[in-house]
């Protein structure tokens, strides 16, 4: 693994993504992230997971420079990926907690829903989906998972302003469960997957299924249509522009 | 067109309903609304719609002294293209803000609940599904569009009371989104449309489908059902005899 | 009738369960109420329903000393009505009013969800699904009802805990409606139960079923698996040993 790290104890795994100063998931990320999540599956020693990652950010979303230089394929094949993979953690069988430790944006608030539990810390840090702001659409799955903790109504919000949200604004409409202050951070989220670790492994991960299968469903059937149109618009001439712009100026 | 007028500016485009003191729904008015967002739908000048009433009525809803006179395969009629257009604004592919000048009962209410964003005068004006307090029922879609802003909870208690509500209640749980004076009521409408209208389109109506898509899909399948269920409570003995007191009395 | 009792006044019927101390749920009690139910959904003079019970409790759920001596296939046969049973008041013709008079455990609250309004005692009694503590899982059924009442996140927090609510924290996320004083409870619910009776009953029903029905054929889709897996759980090694401790100790 060269962007995770995985550490055990008490049956919590803490899965780190450490990639540069911004976490940005490309594929090779993707694909080891989906490989951890895959192996905590099956290995009866772990019983919570949490998530986190480094520096000032939790992550910033997408590669975007390396994506400038994809194809229309390997840019789908890339979104399937990515999508596959908050789907599997959206359904996965053992509880997963969200360590916000920095900057949440755009598919890394995807990743984030997708999670049992949030909790982000307080101060400079920003969440958002901010995709229409450089004229880009998002995915079937994100918006079902986006709404299911907001509301239509909020979702409807975040996503057609694109804001950016400071954990107090995010955990007054749901986007986030809890906010600490960073010294507290840590301390939290290890209570937190401990009392999730305290659960039967069987009720829980039965208990979640009765909450999130048929969801996962109805995403299955739409997603792969809404990757479609996202690949379309990413590359129409005025949203290709304003990504080359970013690249150059942040 | 006789009921609808419609001024533009600046890529917003303002329909305004003007049909007696009350802006009722007849045939007629719904024919003129449907046309026109149909023509609003394939503008390229317009980049957000806003839609409002005059007087002292954003509308009453239906032209129920009309009805009396129909057979009931004319109501049938009347009521699917209704229900069609509130469907056609719900899944329209630019935004449309509701500016709720006046009261705004019954059948526009659906309307209202139909678009992206609702704006209400404070004051006297009131925002009421009634249809419960003459004995009648209402649509798959309305329910559903209803569900969408309040929750499940408050949508059967908005339903089982016909409660009147004020533009300050209808905010607290989420009917209305944003509550202002008469005075203002322009130019937070004009405000809120700019925003809108500087989103990219393409994205804008890719997110919107995302949102919505999948819920009008949903409404199709139950929208017929239910209006046939609607026509046969309507000419039931005892609704009938209500409705017809409703037309002596007021 | 052994343990339910019926008595009707201007149209209201009001549904007792009488079953010993804690009203425990066994296949009898279920067989009596889903016949009461039945009955009073054809019964022309009944224009709303109250349910409630006896003491302390409105019902601890499940009388699970009962089951213990239970074959697989007897448990699914009683689990299959219980579920049954549920779903029948979530689309009763008529509205039903929950007047939980004391503590409303476990299945019990799952009929509790299933009714149209819920107005619980202030004090010591408890609301709960309290059945990941002993490592079972819930059903389809429940989870849908619950999320309507509280939304997704919430079901989350309710079923992932599995904490024993005060009625003022289950009123504030909407688990329950209404929180009296033991003193008021009566008066309360015979006052809005006389509000439902005097809607008009096919415009009540029609719209229930609006409001209603899609979710209860989702649920009838799913319910069996769910029970299935549910008893799967409940005869596994840990979760069983966790039962029988209960019966001894408590």
């Known amino acids: 693994m060269e962007y995770i790290s995985r550490t055990d104890h008490d049956g919590i795994a803490r899965v ?3 990639r540069g100063k911004v ?3 490309n594929d090779n990320l993707i694909d080891e992230m989906s490989r951890t999540f895959g192996e905590l599956a099956i290995d009866p020693s772990v019983r919570a997971i949490t998530l986190t990652g480094t520096g000032k950010f939790f992550s910033f979303g997408f590669d975007i420079p390396q994506f400038l230089g994809y194809s229309k394929e ?5 979104l399937t990926n990515f999508t596959r993979l908050y789907r599997e953690i959206f359904i996965h069988p053992k509880p997963v907690v969200a360590m916000l430790n920095g900057h949440t944006i755009a598919g890394a608030c995807m990743i984030a829903t997708s999670c049992d539990y949030r909790v982000m810390v307080s101060g400079k840090a920003r969440i958002s989906l901010n995709e229409i702001n ?4 998002v995915f079937a799955g994100a918006v079902e998972m986006l709404k299911l903790l907001v509301g239509h109504r909020n979702a409807e919000a975040v996503l057609y302003s694109g804001a950016m949200y400071t954990a ?9 469960d809890q906010v600490v202050s960073e010294a507290d951070l840590e301390s939290v989220v290890d209570h937190i997957a401990r009392d999730y670790a305290a659960r039967e492994p069987d009720a829980f991960r039965s208990i979640k299924g009765l909450l999130r299968r048929a969801v996962a469903e109805r995403i299955e059937k739409t ?14 001439e005025k949203t290709w522009a304003r990504l080359q712009g970013k690249t150059i100026h942040g």
Not at 74 to 78: C, G, H, P
Not at 168 to 176: C, D, P, Q, T, Y
Not at 223 to 229: G, N, V
Request: overall charge negative; cysteine-free; aromatic content about 18%.
């Open 74 to 78: 390997q840019f789908t094949r890339y």
């Open 134 to 137: 450089f004229g880009s659409s």
């Open 23 to 25: 976490n940005a998931f």
């Open 223 to 236: 997603e792969r249509d809404s990757i479609e149109e996202f690949v379309k618009i990413w590359y129409s």
């Open 168 to 176: 107090e604004e995010a955990h007054r409409m749901g986007l986030v």
């Open 16 to 18: 780190v993504i450490r």
